[in-house]
């Protein structure tokens, strides 16, 4: 089912309606989702939705999926996915980790996007950061054979800690970036390129 745009609804702090709920404890049923079965790309941390709706648009052969957490983030990727009328793009408000985890079936998705997650740059909050070893295992373990990851931040930080485990890991292998198409930029990327701040650009091939 669609998701719609809700006019009716205050936007409040808390949830007003069942699909401003937290997704838990049921699996993804893509093809009751999409009303289709086709390759399956997933993003975590939609933010305002504009990676979503431009690979959705340039790629109408593959469904996507967008995660967002944040209330307020969820909505403006609502609303905007249904404007755009885009019929392979939807996205459910949920945590990336833990929908990927429960959710998501083993060898599933054809892809995986990890665009500017949150640095958590205090050295108290780094145990909140999403990718680390047991997030690069997991995602190792939903794409399928030929599978990719790509991963982007602009946090040198972030960076240089992940960056070490990209290579040990037995089912996924380094993939050059610009070995595929580049992906739609998010509006993160769009903003920090005209900073001229650094960006650093990970690809992964599930073997």
């Known amino acids: 089912m669609a998701n719609q745009v809700s006019t009716a609804a205050p936007r409040g702090r808390w949830p007003a309606s069942s699909d401003e709920e937290l997704w838990a404890g049921r699996p993804l049923d893509a093809e009751a989702l999409f009303g289709r079965r086709a390759p399956l790309e997933l993003e975590i941390g939609s933010g305002k939705a504009r990676f979503l709706i431009e690979a959705a648009r340039a790629e109408p052969s593959h469904d996507f999926l ?37 959710a998501v079936s083993p060898s599933s998705l054809f892809a995986l996007h990890v665009y500017f997650p949150d640095p958590w740059p205090k050295k108290k909050q780094r145990k909140r950061r999403l990718v680390d070893r047991g997030f690069l295992a997991l995602a190792a373990s939903r794409l399928e054979a030929g599978g990719v990851l790509r991963i982007v931040t602009d946090h040198p930080d972030y960076a240089t800690t992940f960056a070490p485990l990209l290579g040990a890991l037995e089912h996924l292998k380094p993939l050059d970036w610009d070995a595929l198409p580049a992906p739609p930029p998010t509006n993160y990327e769009i903003k920090y390129r005209a900073q001229g701040r650094t960006i650093w650009r990970f690809s992964m091939r599930r073997t």
């Open 66 to 102: 967008g995660l967002e957490r944040a209330l307020a983030y969820y909505r403006i990727c609502r609303d905007r996915v249904a404007r755009a009328g885009v019929a392979n793009a939807r996205i459910v408000r949920a945590d990336g980790r833990l929908f990927l985890e429960t």
